[in-house]
């Protein structure tokens, strides 16, 4: 990056940078966790000089900070296992109800919902880009465009072939005899990077 040809290609000098970035953003967490686990050592040296009484209050603190420190550390764990050629772009996010009918758009309107709290408990940017309402009630099909830090590579986990069951006598009224419905829920991702990269702008990926 300081060469002084380093910007004579910007394609490559972009990609080198994001490269950087997304390095940077695996060490420096990683430096904030040790310091974190120096600091608690530290702290518990302290107290151990502390008179007794103070014990239980130094304690309860460190207690604290322990479960912070952990909660940190589950997270960037996490984020080392999203190491795949796709997993820190954005992505488009489809439900689909296949058979099962009513039922099965009207859990596939609930899924929406649930998925949509879901993407904002991350922190996402989301947006319904296409939808298609149900015969009579829910969604035949919802896609989403998700934008945020490792988007695809949180919501691929997500694609796949769901079967539920329903009782349909929660629709009907209990006090009507009536067979349980199966139905198919289907789930597809296509991964859409935040780069113009050639190689990864279009793939879909199918259960």
């Known amino acids: ?34 310091k974190s686990v120096d600091d608690l050592q530290a702290m518990l040296e302290l107290a ?12 309860a603190e460190m207690q604290r900070d322990v479960t912070k420190v952990l909660a940190d550390l589950d ?6 296992f999203l190491n795949g050629p796709h997993d820190k772009c954005n992505c488009i996010f489809t439900i689909n109800a296949g058979a099962g009918g009513t039922e099965a758009q ?10 949509g709290r879901w993407f904002d408990s991350r922190g996402w940017k989301w947006e319904v880009t296409d939808a298609l309402q149900g015969d009579t009630a829910g969604l035949k099909t919802v896609t989403f465009r998700v934008e945020g830090e490792n988007a695809y590579g949180f919501c691929k986990a997500e694609r796949g072939t769901a079967t539920g069951v329903w009782n349909s006598s929660s629709t009907l ?26 190689d990864c702008n279009e793939i879909w990926l199918r259960p």
């Not at 067979?179 to 597809?188: A, D, E, G, Q, R």
């Open 48 to 59: 151990a000089e502390e008179p007794a009484d103070t014990h239980e209050q130094h304690e």
């Open 1 to 34: 990056m300081t060469r002084d040809n380093f910007w004579n290609n910007n394609e490559s000098a972009q990609k080198v940078i994001t490269e950087v970035n997304d390095i940077k953003g695996k060490l420096e967490p990683l430096a904030r966790l040790g």
């Open 75 to 80: 997270t960037f764990e996490l984020k080392t």
């Open 173 to 198: 009224g209990s006090a009507i005899s009536a067979p349980l419905l199966t139905f198919l829920m289907k789930f597809s991702l296509r991964a859409q990077c935040t780069e113009n990269q050639g």
């Open 106 to 115: 009207d859990w596939a309107e609930m899924l929406s919902r649930m998925y």
